[in-house]
């Protein structure tokens, strides 16, 4: 039996389950009950790494191991030479074939990227809520990001593909979708397609259920606007924007090479807030970047205060093999550290103070999953959580009587 754990972004999420799905009758819920471990991994932060390797060292002499997902890209001669199989991303579809032959003793070493355009596999979700992706790689050529030695370049899965995908799943009983790619922004540049014409197309399909656009570079948010804000007012679609600035520096953005500035950022929030007034905003920020100054931090600071995001993703930068950034002299990492408490406690502060305006407010929910002490977790039109009552799946009115800093309370 099999047993499969899963590091990293939604799109980790996805390929698990798809693995789950091509695995189907040799899966199990507890660890304990699998003679295989899958390590689905992320190399992105050397954080998650440290604890990818430790779980992996724990596991190793007990039960076979298959490792994959993004190390094996990023930092392969991280992975202890015992495991018995190591593929990448692109060698999902084979994994039943990887399972057979570490079954019958043999070793297999396989993670190359695939050259044929990414085809949609079945995938096996639980719940109401579903993952779709729609690409593969992307365009950028960030100097810290290890990412894209794993996934590659933009490979785009076909609109009427992903339309058929999310139309099945309706008709299956599904409530919420989940767009994912490396970058939701670029998708179709290789193919002759847009992100904007995708999700209308998803949202003219008929039954009742929410689409969530994943992350997208704010330069290629810039470029399709006006398409984009006209593609958002559909009423299936959350009113939730995950823009990463990672700095709000122009300095540092032009080391870190992210192809835009702090007034394309703002033009774009700006944007989106004058056609949804209660726009979620979600944006990412790198702290310690070489090079990052006391005065390059204070306008990270000052960008968060003026954009008041509702959430922001905080990593203490940390260096990835093989990128640009890592050969440029590194902060060490007591500086890291208190620039991220600063930036968290400003961030806790301003998501604080965001909730308490819905105190009182009686909102619609789409109620996704079980949450703590017996309770349910809902998503609003604009995909901020509500802790609330009521069964999967359920589309109901609640009325907000508290808050926390990351999620509301009825």
Known sequence: MIFI???????????????????SGQIVEREEDADIVIFNTCGVKSQTQHRVLKDI?????????????????????????????????????????????????????????????????PQLQSGVTAIIPISLGCKGSCTYCATR?????????????????????VQRGYKEFLLTSQDTGCYGHDIG???????????????????????????????????LIEAYGDDKVFKFLHLPVQSGSERVL????????????QDIIEEFRNSFPD????????????????EDFQETLDLIMACRPDKVNITRYSARPGTIAAKMTQFPDRI?????????????????????????????????NKGKKGRMVGRMD????????????????VQIIDSTSTYLIT
Do not use: W
């Open 193 to 227: 397609a847009d992100l904007p014409k995708l999700i209308s197309a998803i949202t003219d399909l008929d039954g009742e259920f929410r689409l969530r656009i994943g992350m997208m570079n704010p330069n290629h948010a810039s470029a399709m606007l006006g398409d």
């Open 5 to 23: 754990r899963t590091y990293g972004c939604t799109f980790n999420k996805s390929d698990s389950q798809t693995m789950s799905y091509l695995l």
């Open 279 to 294: 726009l979620y905003l979600a944006t990412d920020v790198i702290v310690g970047f070489p090079g990052e100054t006391e």
């Open 254 to 265: 032009k080391d870190m090479k992210r192809l835009y500035g702090t007034d394309t950022f």
């Open 57 to 121: 060292d724990s596991t190793l002499g007990k039960r076979k191991v298959i490792v994959a997902g993004c190390l094996p890209f990023i930092d392969p001669d991280s992975i202890p030479y015992e495991v018995d199989a190591i593929i990448g991303p692109d060698q999902i579809p084979q994994i039943a074939d990887v399972v057979e032959a570490v079954r019958n003793g043999r070793k297999v070493r396989t993670f190359r990227h695939e050259i044929t355009r990414p085809r949609l596999l």
């Open 336 to 368: 890291k550290k208190d620039r991220s408490r600063v930036l968290s406690k400003l961030v806790h502060k301003i998501s604080k103070e965001i909730n308490m305006q819905y105190l009182g407010r009686n909102v619609d929910v789409l109620i996704t």
């Open 149 to 169: 030695f794993a996934r590659g370049g933009l490979r785009s899965y076909r609109p009427d593909d992903i339309v058929q995908k999310a139309s099945g799943l």
């Open 382 to 397: 604009n995909y901020k959580p509500v802790i609330c009552d009521g069964n999967e799946g359920e589309f109901k009115r």
